[in-house]
């Protein structure tokens, strides 16, 4: 793990100047992997939020090589530079003697539409790292549920209304699935614990073949919180036992982070605006099965990283 | 040079191997998936050098086109009907960014319903999509049209996407003799893989898919429509020098007895060969037949169209796909379309034919010739869009 002030030493991947809201976590993910890379890095990146916001022609936030493509393709693209980078390397035709390869999607292009692409690229065994910057919604359009967004959430397809308090399911666990995939490193993190994130984004780096990292990214319009708060936000998800950090490095489970003292999910739920229905009279129950999913999940986790409570 | 029989699909994927890409990401689909099945062979066998990426859908075969050929590797696939469809997405996007990416398409009916037979509808849907579209009659076209669509994507004053194609069956699964070029020769004419620009140029970085709006979108779209005109011209010099190497010209459409033909038959792919032995035969009565085959559909070649009916009283515009808007098939309505400033023209008669593989077989073409011949002595069409051949 590089010192601070090494990493603020290197030349930013992404610079400032583009057009993402105040506080957004999205180029947060990307400043703190890319930086952990010590070879050079080609970016892909699925429609979303962070392509709109970062590549407005004629101008680009990106100081790498950067190919969006579409929405649910960034795993099968980038799959595609990797490929072709393999057959010009064996041809002697390109001078780099490795690349990282990152593919970039949101919950929306990971989780929901780009599911395939992405169980297909890691299938396949393509030497490229895919990071989920994970917001919980399709935020590009308006605050959309995907299958990231937890239960109880409010978004714009599944509002909280008079008989219906938002999300109705519980999100699904992809890292699971994609722990499932067999892949050699698997990682959960978020921007709030960036040490822990670097660090994996750098073990990701230093391990060839497939790798998939989950990151939480705290959105402040999406989840309705003060922009100066999503290091907070992402703090507390951990903290909570809401979003644990953990990695799966060929098979093996490890907690990354084990708070001190698990505080109550409410700590984490009453703090956004996507949840404040839920604190009316009436929905206590919906509270009370948040809280006992996270702990199912906690423990389960716990169990396979051979963690005792 | 070698003769060989062999099919459509196999004719393609020997073009493919001594093309020798550096990237393939195909997906199966009947009646394309030999070409792709064979390429795969050549790759476990050592026969090429390509890296080969057998995706998991032909949305990812055509994402991972494109990512490969951004990062300036020379890039083919094939596929067919849904796949074509299921691509349909990618296809514009590789358009836009200019990637001179070959695909081996073979016609086939969409659904639905579900039929895997040769139509055009697979091909006609996605025609607007800034791909050149070449048609082949036979195998040996279908062998010659992939080596020349090479040629064509990477000529700088196009640089966009190229599908060869044949038709499902009639010519993917025919078995054919054919002439090939020698390994060695084939290498030499489509030359190295020139790159403008790559992401794989880490000193270098370029941003690609950006988004792009009002202000910029619709000058990158002209640069689109222009690199499509230029098409033309690249298409007539590539035919041409692939005659002179090879002794097998070709340009955007090619005529057969219509110098001084008074009704014509103007169709793409397998049933040119269909017709040709039709205008032999009437020619031996006396009738004046002619057939026109439009080999490249894209760009669209109205002024060799006009020029070549320009003569014509009655012709049949034979369609094997339907646009469903009442108006006709997408050949008739081009063409229509290209004749409506001319005064000396024929009159059209269209025909919509053989959907799902239905078969167009000598009778058939014979009896649409004498259906233009009494066109062109009464003055009269029976009415301008026929459904030809289906029950009623």
């Known amino acids: ?86 057959a010009l390397k064996r041809k002697g035709k390109t001078k780099a003697e490795h690349i990282n390869f990152v593919a970039f999607g949101g919950d929306g292009g990971t989780y929901d539409i780009g599911f395939q692409s992405l169980s297909g690229a890691m299938e396949r065994g393509h030497d490229m ?92 319009l999406g989840w309705g919180f003060a922009p100066a708060q ?78 005792t409570q | 040079m070698p003769q060989l029989a062999k099919t459509g699909n196999e004719a393609m994927a020997e073009a493919m191997r001594q093309i020798n890409p550096d990237v393939v990401a195909a997906y199966p689909i009947t009646p394309a998936t030999e070409i792709v099945m064979i390429f795969s062979q050549f790759v476990a066998d050592g026969l090429v050098n390509t890296e080969y990426v057998a995706v998991e859908s032909e949305h990812s075969a055509m994402s991972a086109c494109v990512g490969a050929s951004a990062a300036g590797a020379r890039v083919m696939t094939g596929t067919s009907s849904q796949g074509l469809q299921l691509m349909s997405e990618i296809l514009p996007i590789a358009a836009a960014l200019r990637l001179p990416i070959v695909l081996c398409d073979v016609n086939r009916a969409l659904s639905g319903p579900i039929n895997i037979h040769c139509d055009h509808s697979d091909t006609m849907a996605v025609r607007d999509f800034g791909w050149v579209q070449i048609f082949s009659e036979n195998a040996q076209e279908a062998y010659d049209n992939v080596l020349q669509a090479m040629k064509i994507v990477e000529d700088e004053r196009v640089r966009l996407p190229a599908m060869a194609t044949t038709d499902g069956f009639i010519i993917s699964h025919c078995m054919e003799k054919i002439d090939t070029l020698e390994d060695a020769v084939v290498k030499n004419y489509v030359g190295e893989h020139k790159v403008i620009n790559s992401v794989l140029d880490v000193d270098k970085p370029i941003t690609l898919g950006s988004i792009d709006l009002q202000d910029y979108y619709f000058e990158h779209r002209m640069a689109m429509a222009d690199a499509m005109n230029h098409a033309k011209q690249v298409i007539v010099e590539v035919g041409q020098d692939f005659g002179r190497r090879f ?48 080999r490249v559909f894209r760009p669209f070649p109205a002024d060799e169209i006009i020029q070549a009916l320009s003569k014509i009283k009655a012709a049949a515009i034979m369609d094997r796909s339907d646009t469903l808007s009442s108006q006709g098939g997408q050949v008739f309505t081009e063409v229509r379309s ?53 029950r009623q």
């Open chain 2, 338 to 390: 290209a004749l409506y400033e001319q005064s000396n023209k024929p009159l059209l008669t269209n025909y919509i034919y053989g959907l799902g593989g239905r078969e167009i077989s000598l009778d058939d073409i014979r009896r649409i010739f004498v259906e233009q011949v009494e066109a062109a002595a009464s003055g009269k069409v029976r009415g301008p869009v026929q459904h030809f051949g289906v």
């Open chain 1, 129 to 220: 790292l895919y990071v989920c910057y994970n917001n919980e919604a399709y935020m590009n359009t308006g605050i959309q549920r995907s299958s990231a967004t937890p239960k109880g959430a409010n978004t714009t397809t599944a509002p909280a209304g008079k008989v219906q308090a938002g999300k109705k399911q519980f999100a699904k666990d992809l890292t699971e699935i994609m722990v499932s995939h067999d892949i050699p490193y698997v990682a959960q993190a978020s921007i709030g614990n960036w040490r822990d994130l670097t660090s994996k984004a750098e073990k990701a780096f230093s391990i060839r073949g497939p790798k998939f990292l989950n990151v939480l990214q705290p959105c402040r």
């Open chain 1, 1 to 86: 793990m590089p010192a601070l002030k090494d990493l603020v030493q290197k030349k930013e991947p992404l610079c400032g100047g583009h057009r993402a809201c105040s506080g957004c976590g999205a180029p947060i993910v990307v400043r703190q992997i890319l930086l952990a890379s010590k070879e050079p890095v080609v970016v892909t990146c699925a429609t979303g939020c962070l392509e709109v916001v970062s590549t407005i022609f004629p101008y680009t936030a990106w100081n790498v090589p950067f190919l969006h493509n579409a929405f649910e393709n960034a795993a099968a693209t980038c799959s595609g530079i990797e490929a072709a980078f393999q």
């Open chain 2, 247 to 294: 002794g097998r010209s070709y340009g955007m459409i090619e005529t057969y007895q219509l110098d001084d033909a008074e009704v014509a038959i103007v169709a793409l792919g397998s049933t040119c060969g269909t017709a040709r032995a039709v205008v032999d035969e009437l020619r031996e009565k006396g009738i004046k037949a002619g057939l026109l085959k439009i």
């Open chain 1, 230 to 307: 999503t290091p907070e936000m992402a703090r507390l998800a951990a903290d909570t036992c809401f979003w644990p950090l953990y990695e799966v490095v060929n098979g093996e489970y490890k907690l990354t982070y084990k708070p001190k003292v698990k505080k109550p999910v409410v700590e984490f739920l009453k703090s956004q605006d996507r949840f404040r229905h839920l604190f009316k009279p009436g929905n206590e129950a919906i509270l009370e099965s948040i809280q006992k999913e996270t702990d199912r999940r906690w423990e389960k986790l716990l169990k396979k990283c051979g963690e």
